[in-house]
């Protein structure tokens, strides 16, 4: 199991820029994949963005261009950088860690609102 912890969320305006990051400890040698997520009230929970141990990055369609995913391995950290933000970018942003074995483990969140 791994432990995830975000960090870095808040109250940015319309075109503004956020670094929301992800701590990880526990079996980190066992994640095959890490991902954010976002969701807002009354809705499924959206894929933004994924880096695989090879550092291949993969994005929504949504998001492309105005966010990057990094990971700092000396940090045990998962980066979300994101600009350009939009009011429809609010939402509550998940960290989850994918294991070899298939299961997942997730952060508990934290809120981007982008609102002027």
């Known amino acids: 199991q791994v432990q995830l912890v975000e960090s870095g969320g808040g109250l940015v305006q319309p075109g503004g820029s956020l670094r929301l990051s992800c701590g990880v400890s526990g079996r980190i040698s066992s994640i095959s994949l890490m991902a954010w997520y976002r969701q807002t009230p009354g809705t499924q929970r959206e894929w933004v963005a994924s880096?695989?141990?090879?550092?291949?990055?993969n994005y929504v369609d949504s998001v492309m261009g105005r966010f990057s995913i990094s990971r700092d391995n000396t940090k045990n950290t998962v980066y979300l950088e994101m600009s350009s933000l939009k009011p429809e970018d609010t939402a509550s942003y998940y960290c989850?860690?994918?294991?070899?074995?298939?299961?997942?483990?997730w952060g508990q969140g934290t809120q981007v609102t982008v609102s002027s």
């Open positions: 880096i695989a141990p090879s550092g291949t990055t």
């Open positions: 989850k860690a994918v294991m070899l074995g298939g299961r997942s483990s």
